[in-house]
Structure formats: structure tokens, C-alpha cells
């Protein structure tokens, strides 16, 4: 496979807190972020990167102005909803930690707080627009404007404002394909082998499944 061509080689410094890599910011602003203290009407919008942030964010800020797109599209959507821990890190190093630890652990949390947990699979299906039948004209703008289409096309929602440096569309562009199952375009049999036995093992024990 081809290695990602990008020219901007000097980025942000990484280092672990709490044994999870994080950008050095993150790290040093640790305390603060772990001191945050939700008012009770506070909505935290909790996705593991590429999971359908962007996509939980424009729905989340349509139903909060009632479909009212002169509102929803005030500014783009990192100004709108503002990231807790947030610097994209040095190319090559993978952030955040695990992605089986943040499904998982999020999974067994939601019945001891108000979690609402939402597949993307799930509202490609729900959302499909053969499918749904709208009650009322809001919801009905709601969902045309956090289609793929609609929000591939908006400057506030598909991350074409920021600087070339910070994110290159010419290299792809955020709003990529919005699909499930694509991996089958990119992974070969053997990486697909691999994935699912090294899933197997992260995932044995949980009843949390996926339908990817
Ligand atoms: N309205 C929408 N419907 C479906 N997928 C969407 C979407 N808006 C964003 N996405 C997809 O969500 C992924 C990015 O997730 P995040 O916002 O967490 O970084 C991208 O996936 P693809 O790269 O597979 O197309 C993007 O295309
Ligand atoms: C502006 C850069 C950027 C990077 C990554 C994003 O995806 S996610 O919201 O962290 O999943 C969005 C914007």
C-alpha cells in the first residue's frame, strides 16, 4: 500500500497521561479536563474518532434549533461544539487511545447515566431516505440537512474552512463516502483476517455487537 503523501511533517508532540497516548496538550492540560464539571442540561457528544462525530454534531445542533438552518449554520462545526481535548497529533501516532476500551467502557456506563449510545450503522438505516416518512417539516429539514449530500455541500459542516495546513481535501476530502462497510474496498483477506481475530479477542466478554 501506498504510503498518505502529506508535506506538513512538523506536528504536535505526543506523550501519554493515565497510560493513554494523547497529544502533548492534552498531557499538560490533563487536570483541567479531568476537572470538568457538566451543568446538568450540558450535552457531551462522546465518539471515538471517524465515527460519526461531524455526522452526531449536525444532528444534535439541527433538533436544538428546530431544523433552522440560518441558525445551524453560524459558524463551522469545531466553533459550534467545542472539543474537550483536542489537537491532532503527530502523523503516525495514533491518539486517544483504544477503540475497543472507548466502545466497551461506554457501553457498560449507560445504564448507570443518562447515555443515549447510537451506532452510525444504525442511523445510516434509520435515516435512509427510502425509508423514513417525516410527521412533521422539522424533522423532515432535520434529516435533509444531515444528510451526506446536504452536509458534504455546507461550508459549517464538512471542514473545508479550515487551513489546507491543519486538513489537505485535496488529499480526501473529510466528507469522504459516509458508507458501511467500506473497509471491503481497502482491506485485503489477509488484513480482514487479522482484524477479526485481534476483534474477537479485544471485544470476548462484552454483548456489545457491531453490524459492520
Ligand atoms: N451526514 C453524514 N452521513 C453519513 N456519514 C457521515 C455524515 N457526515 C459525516 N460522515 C462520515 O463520518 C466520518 C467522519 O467521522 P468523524 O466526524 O467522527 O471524524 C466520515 O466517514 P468516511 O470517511 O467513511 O466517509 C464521514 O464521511
Ligand atoms: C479540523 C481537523 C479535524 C480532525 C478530525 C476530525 O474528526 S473528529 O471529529 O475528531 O472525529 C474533525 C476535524
Redesign the pocket.
Known amino acids: 500500500m501506498e504510503e498518505p503523501k502529506c508535506e506538513w511533517t512538523e506536528r504536535i508532540a505526543v506523550d501519554y497521561v493515565k497510560g493513554i497516548l494523547q497529544p502533548k496538550p492534552t498531557c499538560d492540560t490533563w487536570d483541567q479536563i479531568w476537572d470538568f464539571q457538566a451543568r446538568p442540561d450540558d450535552l457531551l457528544i462522546c465518539?471515538?474518532?471517524?465515527?460519526?462525530?461531524?455526522?452526531?454534531?449536525?444532528?444534535v445542533d439541527l433538533i436544538l434549533n428546530d431544523g433552522d438552518v440560518d441558525r445551524t449554520q453560524r459558524a463551522p462545526t469545531h466553533v459550534r461544539f467545542p472539543f474537550i481535548e483536542w489537537i491532532i497529533p503527530s502523523i503516525g501516532s495514533v491518539c486517544w487511545g483504544s477503540w475497543h476500551d472507548h466502545v466497551k467502557g461506554w457501553w457498560e456506563a449507560r445504564d448507570q447515566h443518562r447515555i443515549l449510545y447510537l451506532f452510525?450503522e444504525d442511523?445510516?438505516t434509520i435515516?435512509a431516505p427510502s425509508l423514513i416518512e417525516f410527521d412533521t417539516p422539522i424533522l423532515d429539514k432535520i434529516v435533509h440537512h444531515?444528510?451526506?449530500?446536504?452536509?458534504?455541500q455546507n461550508p459549517m459542516?464538512n471542514y473545508t474552512v479550515v487551513p489546507a495546513e491543519v486538513m489537505d481535501h485535496s488529499v480526501?476530502?473529510?466528507?469522504?463516502?459516509?458508507?458501511v462497510g467500506?473497509w471491503r474496498n481497502h482491506f485485503t483477506v489477509a488484513q480482514n483476517e487479522r482484524f477479526d481475530e485481534d476483534y474477537q479477542r479485544k471485544m470476548a466478554g462484552t454483548s456489545l455487537t457491531f453490524q459492520f
Open positions: 465518539t471515538y474518532p471517524k465515527a460519526g462525530t461531524t455526522w452526531t454534531q449536525e444532528i452510525y442511523l445510516k435515516l444531515s444528510s451526506f449530500d446536504v452536509m458534504k459542516a480526501s476530502p473529510f466528507m469522504r463516502k459516509g458508507t467500506d
